[in-house]
Nanobody, 112 residues
Protein backbone atom coordinates (compact mmCIF):
# COMPACT_ATOMS: atom_id res chain seq x y z
CA UNK A 1 0.00 0.00 0.00
CA UNK A 2 1.12 3.52 -0.81
CA UNK A 3 -0.37 6.68 0.58
CA UNK A 4 0.26 10.02 -1.08
CA UNK A 5 0.20 13.33 0.77
CA UNK A 6 0.15 16.50 -1.33
CA UNK A 7 0.91 20.07 -0.39
CA UNK A 8 1.53 23.43 -1.98
CA UNK A 9 -1.70 24.38 -3.71
CA UNK A 10 -3.25 27.81 -3.43
CA UNK A 11 -4.36 31.00 -5.13
CA UNK A 12 -1.92 32.90 -7.33
CA UNK A 13 -2.10 35.61 -9.96
CA UNK A 14 -1.39 35.00 -13.65
CA UNK A 15 2.32 34.91 -14.37
CA UNK A 16 3.27 33.81 -10.86
CA UNK A 17 4.85 30.54 -9.77
CA UNK A 18 3.87 27.77 -7.39
CA UNK A 19 5.44 24.50 -6.26
CA UNK A 20 3.55 21.35 -5.40
CA UNK A 21 4.96 18.48 -3.35
CA UNK A 22 3.79 14.92 -2.90
CA UNK A 23 5.30 12.42 -0.46
CA UNK A 24 4.69 8.69 -0.64
CA UNK A 25 4.59 6.23 2.21
CA UNK A 26 5.71 2.64 1.83
CA UNK A 27 7.94 1.49 -1.02
CA UNK A 28 9.40 4.00 -3.47
CA UNK A 29 7.11 4.08 -6.52
CA UNK A 30 8.96 3.60 -9.82
CA UNK A 31 6.71 6.21 -11.40
CA UNK A 32 5.36 9.38 -9.81
CA UNK A 33 3.71 12.45 -11.20
CA UNK A 34 0.77 14.77 -11.46
CA UNK A 35 -2.55 14.93 -13.23
CA UNK A 36 -5.11 17.72 -13.07
CA UNK A 37 -8.83 18.07 -13.47
CA UNK A 38 -10.73 21.29 -14.08
CA UNK A 39 -14.48 21.51 -13.41
CA UNK A 40 -16.46 19.71 -16.09
CA UNK A 41 -13.34 18.36 -17.79
CA UNK A 42 -11.48 15.06 -17.84
CA UNK A 43 -8.40 14.37 -15.78
CA UNK A 44 -5.33 15.22 -17.86
CA UNK A 45 -1.65 14.42 -17.63
CA UNK A 46 0.55 17.19 -16.26
CA UNK A 47 3.90 15.45 -15.80
CA UNK A 48 5.41 12.09 -14.88
CA UNK A 49 8.88 11.11 -13.70
CA UNK A 50 10.43 7.66 -13.44
CA UNK A 51 12.75 6.63 -10.62
CA UNK A 52 15.69 6.93 -13.02
CA UNK A 53 14.80 10.52 -13.90
CA UNK A 54 13.09 10.22 -17.28
CA UNK A 55 10.17 12.61 -17.62
CA UNK A 56 7.03 13.08 -19.66
CA UNK A 57 4.97 16.28 -19.86
CA UNK A 58 1.51 17.18 -21.07
CA UNK A 59 1.55 19.52 -24.06
CA UNK A 60 -0.20 22.31 -22.17
CA UNK A 61 2.60 22.68 -19.62
CA UNK A 62 5.77 21.99 -21.61
CA UNK A 63 8.33 24.72 -21.07
CA UNK A 64 6.52 26.13 -18.02
CA UNK A 65 6.37 23.27 -15.51
CA UNK A 66 9.24 21.15 -14.23
CA UNK A 67 8.88 17.86 -12.42
CA UNK A 68 11.58 16.44 -10.15
CA UNK A 69 11.85 13.82 -7.45
CA UNK A 70 13.93 12.94 -4.41
CA UNK A 71 13.91 9.15 -4.08
CA UNK A 72 15.49 9.28 -0.61
CA UNK A 73 12.48 11.31 0.56
CA UNK A 74 9.98 9.48 -1.67
CA UNK A 75 8.83 12.91 -2.79
CA UNK A 76 7.94 14.36 -6.16
CA UNK A 77 7.85 18.08 -6.87
CA UNK A 78 6.10 20.12 -9.53
CA UNK A 79 7.52 23.59 -10.11
CA UNK A 80 4.95 25.63 -12.00
CA UNK A 81 5.94 28.93 -13.59
CA UNK A 82 4.17 31.49 -15.76
CA UNK A 83 0.84 30.23 -14.48
CA UNK A 84 -2.26 30.96 -16.52
CA UNK A 85 -5.97 30.97 -15.61
CA UNK A 86 -6.30 27.79 -17.70
CA UNK A 87 -4.01 26.05 -15.20
CA UNK A 88 -6.75 26.33 -12.59
CA UNK A 89 -7.67 22.80 -11.51
CA UNK A 90 -7.41 20.22 -8.79
CA UNK A 91 -3.98 18.67 -9.07
CA UNK A 92 -3.69 14.99 -8.16
CA UNK A 93 -0.50 13.22 -7.25
CA UNK A 94 -0.07 9.84 -8.95
CA UNK A 95 2.21 6.93 -8.16
CA UNK A 96 2.72 3.49 -9.65
CA UNK A 97 4.42 0.52 -8.00
CA UNK A 98 3.15 -0.63 -10.66
CA UNK A 99 -0.27 -0.61 -8.97
CA UNK A 100 -1.72 2.89 -9.35
CA UNK A 101 -2.32 5.20 -6.40
CA UNK A 102 -3.83 8.68 -6.22
CA UNK A 103 -3.55 11.52 -3.76
CA UNK A 104 -6.54 13.41 -2.43
CA UNK A 105 -5.92 16.41 -4.69
CA UNK A 106 -4.87 19.98 -4.06
CA UNK A 107 -6.56 23.04 -5.54
CA UNK A 108 -4.59 25.45 -7.70
CA UNK A 109 -6.38 28.64 -8.67
CA UNK A 110 -4.85 31.20 -11.03
CA UNK A 111 -6.83 34.41 -11.02
CA UNK A 112 -6.33 38.13 -10.89
Amino acid sequence: QVQLVESGGGLVQPGESLRLSCTASGNVPFLMGWYRQAPGKQRDLVALIYSGGATNYGDAVKGRFTISRDNSKKTVYLQMTTLKPDDTAVYYCYAATPRAYWGQGTQVTVSS
